[in-house]
């Protein structure tokens, strides 16, 4: 699309997700659930100190969540709610594609914690010191925060002169190329990359990682159960890695055709993803069940006193 002497886009309009305008309620009950799911989890490690060395990659999903959702819920209200201003649009798009990006290069830092703790025990206090692990995690937010900044700064320096509509409910860089008005060439070489380099090979070490793991587990013959149990305390993180990779690779391989279904798996990845996270984390990691146990207890025991 040539720009011409068109004027510049100012505002954007989010065209939403297509037969929802009658679910507002079913959204904001979604949204409310996953906020008090994480909410309650993160209050229970707060609360104990043996949780504190736990990831807290879920609680990423919940700030994902509340990238977009509140905008959906928005233009559920009202067409008003739809609009979105150039720097706003901006602004969602680096926030969206700075959490999820963090979120999986922590992905990938904790599946190589756990191959650690699994394939060498006696070296994981060693290598997984303190200082080590602040560097993986400023390493996470960093990388994160880079690559979110090179998307959003190479979709936001090309003109925008025509439609302001974005077929889509979030600010997503495939649909707002869509209505640039210049070559969109280098952008779509970087989203490639980004999925063929960067993406893939995070889910290539967490596979390594985890076929280590497994060979390391299958090795043995004798009952030594607490091996066996860390093993099981990573079903957790790789139900999470399903729920997470799945639905972007969806999204982002068919990232240039339209199709109903992309919205719909969406909508999967940022509300329902976050929704569920909480509870599989809780119900595979039996410290945080305890916790809750003695956080429930604690509230209990306080209450009565109170009356008494």
Same mark, same amino acid.
């Given at each position: ?107 990938? &830092?904790? @599946?190589?914690?756990? $191959? +650690?703790? %699994? !394939?060498?025990?006696?070296? *994981? ?71 063929? &380099?960067? @993406?893939?090979?995070? $889910? +290539?070490? %967490? !596979?390594?990682?985890?076929? *280590? ?78 916790? +809750? ?16």
């Amino acid at each position: 699309m040539e720009a011409g002497n068109q004027t510049p886009v100012t505002e954007f309009v989010l065209e939403g997700l297509s037969n929802t305008r009658e679910l507002p309620s079913l959204f904001f009950l979604l949204y409310l659930f996953t906020l008090l799911g994480n909410a309650l989890t993160l209050l229970t490690v707060l609360c104990d100190p043996r949780l504190h060395a736990l990831p807290m990659y879920c609680f990423l999903d919940a700030c994902l969540s509340s990238v977009a959702v509140p905008k959906i819920l928005a233009g559920l209200a009202g067409p008003g709610g739809r609009t979105i201003s150039f720097g706003g649009c901006a602004v969602q798009l680096y926030a969206f594609h700075f959490l999820a990006s963090t979120e999986r290069f922590l992905y990938t &830092v904790m @599946a190589y914690d756990r $191959f +650690l703790a %699994i !394939c060498h025990p006696l070296r *994981y206090t060693v290598v997984m010191s303190r200082r080590a692990c602040m560097g993986l995690a400023a390493g996470t937010w960093l990388t994160g925060s880079l690559c979110a900044t090179i998307h959003t700064t190479l979709t936001f320096r090309l003109p925008y002169c025509g439609p302001n509509r974005v077929e889509y409910f979030v600010c997503d860089i495939p649909s707002v190329l869509k209505l640039a008005c210049a070559d969109t060439a280098a952008n779509k070489a970087v989203i490639l990359a980004n999925i063929g &380099v960067v @993406a893939a090979g995070c $889910f +290539l070490l %967490i !596979c390594i990682s985890y076929a *280590y793991i497994a060979s390391a587990v299958l090795k043995i013959h004798t009952a030594q159960g607490r091996l066996r149990a860390q093993f099981s305390t990573c079903s957790a993180h790789l139900s999470l890695l399903l729920l997470f990779y799945a639905p972007l690779l969806f999204v982002y391989v068919r990232s240039y055709s339209s199709h109903v279904s992309d919205g719909a798996v969406s909508v999967f990845y940022t509300m329902f993803t976050p929704l569920l996270n909480p509870f599989i984390y809780t119900l595979r990691n039996k410290e945080m069940k305890k916790a +809750l146990r003695r956080l429930a207890y604690g509230s209990a025991l306080s209450q009565n006193g109170t009356k008494s």
